[in-house]
């Protein structure tokens, strides 16, 4: 078992990474979040901070439970007090020679006995294990967007995987009041794989000239009964985030056509719509905008 006071550290405070810490924090954990770039840092700070205080406005949390948990989560711009960690996960940029170079450094640091995972979205988690000396300590743990309300979590055991590690981990992570399903280390694992129709014949209805983004999310959440639309989803996501991971499936399921990627979405990434955090996406998030958000 990991221990109910074990030190978590986090490697990325990006969306994910910020979400994460959150998550650790509520559970009474102290935490550390590690990011490359300082601005990135200010940014997790200043973004938790605010919905923090949202929670407080709309009294479903006191003053007092959030000064907790902000006091509980160190922004760190090294990973030198990685070493005092029970867990550690990494959720950086969704590139394999990254993501294998930030687990090789950080073998150099963590305890023999820290766990360290990836929330990578649909890498291989063998592939990222070849970087490590241990892998039967490192398995993938998938939270979903935004990690604090969402409550499922993809436990993903790599062929190096320990059971205890896995077991443990699972356990753990239950612990933080999330329901955690297991499947096999494939593309995607399980909800990104389901997920990409979604996604895919959305832009393909889209890009043919069908309907607008505003009227394929409006069918589908008042018809199909979706939470959120594809359009308004792959902007909270992030288009850099989604692009990549269909990406990855499409090149590891041997190209099939099912999972094609879509040209719409590579042009909004090179032009830097990211989504809501860029400002912009396929609506308008900024101030004043003339197709605004839904
Ligand atoms: P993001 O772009 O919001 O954040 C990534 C962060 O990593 C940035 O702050 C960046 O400065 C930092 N970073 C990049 N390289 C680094 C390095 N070498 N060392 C330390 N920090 C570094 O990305 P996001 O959306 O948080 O995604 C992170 C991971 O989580 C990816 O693997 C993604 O596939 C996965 N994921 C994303 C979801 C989403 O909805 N955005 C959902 C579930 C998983």
Same mark, same amino acid.
């Given at each position: 078992?990991?221990?109910?006071?074990?030190?978590?550290?986090?490697?990325?405070?990006?969306?994910?990474?910020?979400?994460?810490?959150?998550?650790?924090?509520?559970?009474?954990?102290?935490?550390?979040?590690?990011?490359?770039?300082?601005?990135?840092?200010?940014?997790?700070?200043?973004?938790?901070?605010?919905?923090?205080?949202?929670?407080?406005?709309?009294?479903?949390?006191?003053?007092?439970?959030?000064?907790?948990?902000?006091?509980?989560?160190?922004?760190?711009?090294?990973?030198?007090?990685?070493?005092?960690?029970?867990?550690?996960?990494?959720?950086?940029?969704?590139? @394999?020679? /990254?993501?294998?170079?930030?687990? *090789?450094? =950080?073998?150099?640091? &963590?305890?023999?006995?820290?766990?360290? $995972?990836?929330?990578?979205?649909?890498?291989?988690?063998?592939?990222?294990?070849?970087?490590?000396?241990?892998?039967?300590?490192? @398995?993938? /743990?998938?939270?979903?967007?935004? *990690?604090? =309300?969402?409550?499922? &979590?993809?436990?993903?055991?790599?062929? $190096?995987?320990?059971?205890?590690?896995?077991?443990?981990?699972?356990?753990?992570?239950?612990?933080?009041?999330?329901?955690?399903?297991?499947?096999?280390?494939?593309?995607?694992?399980?909800?990104?794989?389901?997920?990409?129709?979604?996604?895919?014949?959305?832009?393909?209805?889209?890009?043919?000239?069908?309907?607008?983004?505003?009227?394929?999310?409006?069918?589908?959440?008042?018809?199909?009964?979706?939470?959120?639309?594809?359009?308004?989803?792959?902007?909270?996501?992030?288009?850099?985030?989604?692009?990549?991971?269909?990406?990855?499936?499409?090149?590891?399921?041997?190209?099939?056509?099912?999972?094609?990627?879509?040209?719409?979405?590579?042009?909004?990434?090179?032009?830097?719509?990211?989504?809501?955090?860029?400002?912009?996406?396929?609506?308008?998030?900024?101030?004043?905008?003339?197709?605004?958000?839904?």
């Amino acid at each position: 078992m990991i221990s109910k006071d074990a030190k978590i550290g986090v490697v990325g405070a990006g969306t994910m990474g910020t979400g994460i810490a959150q998550v650790a924090a509520t559970q009474g954990h102290q935490v550390y979040l590690y990011d490359a770039y300082p601005h990135q840092l200010e940014k997790s700070r200043e973004g938790l901070e605010s919905i923090l205080a949202r929670q407080v406005e709309k009294e479903r949390m006191t003053q007092e439970e959030i000064d907790g948990i902000l006091n509980r989560i160190e922004f760190v711009d090294n990973i030198t007090s990685f070493g005092e960690c029970g867990f550690v996960i990494e959720a950086i940029v969704e590139d @394999l020679e /990254v993501k294998k170079d930030a687990f *090789a450094r =950080l073998e150099g640091i &963590v305890s023999k006995d820290c766990i360290l $995972a990836s929330n990578t979205s649909s890498l291989s988690v063998a592939a990222i294990s070849a970087a490590l000396k241990k892998p039967e300590r490192f @398995l993938g /743990v998938h939270f979903f967007n935004p *990690a604090p =309300l969402m409550k499922l &979590v993809e436990i993903i055991p790599g062929i $190096a995987t320990d059971n205890q590690v896995f077991d443990k981990t699972k356990a753990f992570i239950k612990g933080w009041d999330k329901i955690t399903v297991s499947g096999k280390d494939t593309p995607g694992f399980i909800v990104n794989r389901v997920a990409r129709p979604f996604y895919g014949e959305a832009l393909r209805i889209y890009e043919e000239g069908i309907a607008d983004a505003p009227t394929i999310d409006w069918a589908m959440k008042e018809i199909g009964g979706f939470r959120m639309g594809p359009f308004e989803l792959m902007d909270l996501i992030g288009h850099d985030v989604n692009y990549e991971v269909t990406s990855t499936v499409f090149e590891a399921f041997y190209y099939d056509p099912r999972f094609k990627p879509s040209f719409a979405q590579k042009r909004m990434v090179e032009a830097g719509w990211l989504g809501r955090k860029s400002g912009r996406g396929f609506y308008d998030y900024r101030e004043g905008a003339k197709n605004p958000s839904p």
